[in-house]
């Protein structure tokens, strides 16, 4: 019993420090009243940060939008995470390490450089444009950047390998055989794929989705570099509220509400990683 303490005194020390205690200084600022001074903050249990979330819709648009822009971006990482999962599944061992190498080629660079090269390859007078102009396909400059869809592009560059990964772990513990099966009963490739892989991987698939969704739902810097100015996302809305207008129970208030709104997809990606 001694040794096991000891063993988990460390990790319990740890969550302590640097998991409970931000939470619960972060709700004490949430329930604080705004305040003029140093720091923008005078303790109370008013909780008027919560009650200014709950009576303006511009927080409300905000949640929404962050979660719609997270369903989306978890939703098309899924669409081509499957194949490129599939395909270095049935690499051969060898070359499956060089793919795996080539995915995760992007986060051995800076993350701000991957959005600073997406705002050279979009920008109106960036790479792509070039290539359009040059070819005749358009008279003048498309706009690019500053779009939902530039937003959702960078973003689903970011995250996409939080999808790819856990279904390769998933499809390379599938059985060939049953998709032969399949496939020798007459079952064409995407009839196979729907009756056998599909169901077969669906807890990875899930898992996939929510190791997107969950920090996609926060995501601040994509959308303030590269997505539209009415893209207002509760990442975005937090920074105003903290650095610009200053009112720190609001904000800790909107970052309260948000983990709440994830505990419940984390909790369910957890339990999805515990299963055999």
């Given amino acids: 019993m001694k040794a096991r303490l000891a063993v988990l005194a460390p990790a319990w020390a740890w ?14 600022i949430a329930f604080a009243e705004a305040d003029p ?9 008013s909780g008027i940060g919560f009650a200014t979330l709950a009576e303006d819709t511009y927080y409300l648009e905000a949640f929404g939008t962050a979660l719609r822009v997270a369903g989306i971006t978890a939703g098309l ?3 081509l995470g499957y194949p490129m999962a599939m395909a270095i599944a049935r690499a051969r061992p060898g070359r499956r390490v060089l793919l795996l190498a080539l995915l995760m080629l992007p986060f051995w660079t800076g993350f701000l ?59 390379v513990r599938l059985d060939p055989t049953l998709v032969e099966a399949a496939e020798d009963l007459g079952a064409r490739p995407a009839v196979a794929f729907l009756t056998v892989t599909l169901p077969v991987t669906a807890p990875a698939a899930a898992a ?22 009415e893209a207002q996302l509760v990442g975005r809305v937090l920074w105003q509220e903290f650095f610009q207008n200053r009112d720190w129970p609001v904000a800790a208030a ?23």
């Fill in 254 to 276: 909107l970052a309260v509400v948000l983990l709440v709104l994830l505990l419940a997809p984390i909790r369910l990606f957890q339990r999805l990683e515990a299963r055999p």
């Fill in 208 to 229: 996939a989705f929510l190791l997107v969704f969950i920090p996609a739902a926060g995501e601040f810097v994509i959308p303030e570099l590269m997505g539209p100015p």
């Fill in 37 to 45: 001074g140093i720091p923008p903050f005078r303790l109370a249990l």
């Fill in 77 to 79: 990482c899924l669409l």
């Fill in 113 to 171: 450089l991957r959005v600073g090269a997406w705002i050279g390859l979009l920008r109106d007078q960036g790479w792509i444009n070039g290539v359009l102009l040059a070819l005749g396909m358009t008279e003048a400059p498309l706009h690019l950047l500053y779009t939902e869809g530039a937003m959702l592009a960078g973003m689903v560059h970011a995250y996409l390998p939080f999808a790819v990964l856990p279904l390769f772990a998933a499809l």
């Fill in 15 to 28: 969550l302590l420090l640097f998991v409970a205690a931000p939470a619960g200084i972060l709700a004490a």
